[in-house]
């Protein structure tokens, strides 16, 4: 669907010459949500941007359904522009346009019937869950509501292709959670491919069956989502993925450490990030085991992606004759995240 070769992006200006995008190579399949993270600057905005040629590359290859986007006249482009929605961080509504307005703009301007467009606006706006909203102006509307206009907007000249600018940044954890929602409905009911950029894993979790991870301009990782997460290789990745595995512990916690009956022997807490497989393994009872130590688990929570097990565990560990040290070996050799939080 998207297939995307050698591409690179050079800003050139007076102060120097910027290389956003590297040598940039993806596969985008027709019906994926294909997520791409990174972290501020990687060039994640400069990739999308490039998509629909809202940035024109410095060179390389950008095809869609077959169609090199970096040969289209102005005229093919404008025309093709409309096979690919684009929704933003900050939604770029019209200020003086009701909802109604926004979602009818583009329909004006592609020259439709006034019926045509009253009738398209109505199921857009049934579809995103505004209808009682259309009379509306954006800043009568919460944060998710103006998303949810930006949407509709976006899907107007039904698109073949969904390009989400950080769409979810500015909204709260409920509403990012009710917009990738309606994003996954409109991806299965219309079977629109997505292309979505952040640089929250949760975000990442939460929808794509799809990833990529871009690092200085580079597309470092990228493949389906459990494939990538369950056998990171880059740090960056091993860092996102730490992000949600190795999750803020509770507050109380760290006054549970502190009261803890210490005894004679050596010990540490430490707090261990899994994901996949690895938890159908007896782990624990194995270093109970292997190593003559003492576990005695704090904390601990699990959840999952599309089905798969990751969380966070806190145990304080205690033993003899390095018996700990060794411990901890074996558990990053099982290539668990493993965190000392304190030594006791
Ligand atoms: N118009 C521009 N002119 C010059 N440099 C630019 C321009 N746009 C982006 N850059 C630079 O290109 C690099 C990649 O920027 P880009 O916005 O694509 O990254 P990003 O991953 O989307 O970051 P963020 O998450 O902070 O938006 C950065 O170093 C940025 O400063």
Same mark, same amino acid.
């Given at each position: 669907?998207?297939?995307?070769?050698?591409?690179?992006?050079?800003?050139?200006?007076?102060?120097?010459?910027?290389?956003?995008?590297?040598?940039?190579?993806?596969?985008?399949?027709?019906?994926?949500?294909?997520?791409?993270?990174?972290?501020?600057? $990687?060039?994640?905005?400069? %990739? /999308?941007?490039?998509?629909?040629?809202?940035?024109?590359?410095?060179? @390389? *290859?950008?095809?869609?359904?077959?169609?090199?986007?970096? !040969?289209? #006249?102005?005229?093919?482009?404008?025309?093709?522009?409309?096979?690919?929605?684009?929704? &933003?961080?900050?939604?770029?509504?019209? #200020?003086?346009?009701?909802?109604?307005?926004?979602?009818?703009?583009?329909?004006?301007?592609?020259? /439709?019937?006034?019926?045509?467009?009253?009738?398209?606006?109505?199921?857009?706006?049934?579809?995103? @869950?505004? #209808?009682?909203?259309?009379?509306?102006?954006?800043?009568?509307?919460?944060?998710?509501?103006?998303?949810?206009? @930006?949407?509709?907007?976006?899907? $107007?000249?039904?698109?073949?292709?969904?390009?989400?600018?950080?769409?979810? #940044?500015? /909204?709260?954890?409920?509403?990012? %959670?009710?917009?990738?929602?309606?994003?996954?409905?409109?991806?299965?009911?219309?079977?629109?491919?997505?292309?979505?950029?952040? =640089?929250?894993?949760?975000?990442?979790?939460?929808?794509?069956?799809?990833?990529?991870?871009?690092?200085?301009? !580079?597309?470092?990782?990228?493949?389906?989502?459990?494939?990538? &997460?369950?056998?990171?290789?880059?740090?960056?990745?091993?860092?996102?993925?730490?992000?949600?595995?190795? *999750?803020?512990?509770?507050?109380?916690?760290?006054? !549970?450490?502190?009261?803890?009956? =210490?005894?004679?022997?050596?010990?540490?807490?430490?707090?261990?990030? &899994? &994901?996949?497989?690895?938890?159908?393994?007896?782990?624990?009872?194995?270093?109970?085991?292997?190593?003559?130590?003492? $576990?005695?688990?704090?904390?601990?929570?699990?959840?999952?992606?599309?089905?798969?097990?990751?969380?966070?565990?806190?145990?304080?560990?205690?033993?003899?004759?390095?018996?700990?040290?060794?411990?901890?070996?074996?558990?990053?050799?099982?290539?668990?995240?493993?965190?000392?939080?304190?030594?006791?």
């Amino acid at each position: 669907m998207i297939r995307i070769r050698n591409l690179t992006k050079v800003y050139r200006s007076a102060s120097g010459n910027v290389r956003a995008l590297d040598n940039v190579n993806l596969d985008i399949e027709r019906g994926d949500i294909f997520g791409v993270i990174g972290l501020s600057g $990687a060039g994640k905005s400069t %990739l /999308l941007r490039c998509i629909n040629m809202l940035e024109k590359p410095t060179s @390389g *290859s950008i095809e869609i359904d077959g169609v090199e986007m970096t !040969r289209l #006249s102005p005229n093919e482009l404008k025309e093709m522009r409309k096979k690919i929605g684009m929704i &933003f961080q900050h939604f770029n509504l019209l #200020s003086s346009r009701t909802v109604r307005g926004n979602v009818a703009f583009p329909l004006e301007i592609a020259g /439709l019937d006034r019926e045509t467009i009253n009738k398209k606006v109505e199921n857009l706006l049934k579809l995103v @869950g505004l #209808s009682d909203k259309a009379e509306s102006y954006p800043s009568q509307l919460s944060g998710g509501q103006k998303q949810r206009v @930006g949407i509709a907007r976006a899907l $107007a000249n039904d698109p073949k292709v969904l390009l989400c600018d950080e769409a979810t #940044s500015a /909204l709260d954890p409920e509403t990012t %959670l009710s917009i990738l929602n309606l994003l996954k409905d409109i991806n299965r009911q219309l079977g629109i491919t997505i292309v979505l950029i952040t =640089h929250e894993m949760n975000v990442i979790k939460q929808i794509c069956n799809k990833v990529a991870v871009i690092e200085k301009s !580079r597309v470092v990782e990228q493949g389906p989502l459990l494939e990538v &997460f369950s056998n990171p290789k880059t740090e960056t990745a091993r860092n996102f993925l730490k992000s949600i595995t190795l *999750s803020q512990l509770p507050e109380d916690l760290k006054d !549970r450490i502190r009261n803890l009956n =210490h005894g004679h022997l050596e010990g540490k807490i430490v707090k261990v990030g &899994f &994901f996949g497989e690895i938890t159908a393994q007896p782990v624990i009872s194995d270093i109970v085991r292997k190593f003559d130590v003492d $576990a005695n688990i704090l904390y601990g929570n699990i959840d999952h992606i599309q089905g798969t097990p990751y969380g966070t565990l806190v145990m304080e560990l205690r033993g003899k004759n390095g018996g700990v040290g060794e411990a901890l070996k074996y558990l990053k050799e099982l290539r668990l995240d493993v965190e000392v939080v304190e030594n006791v």
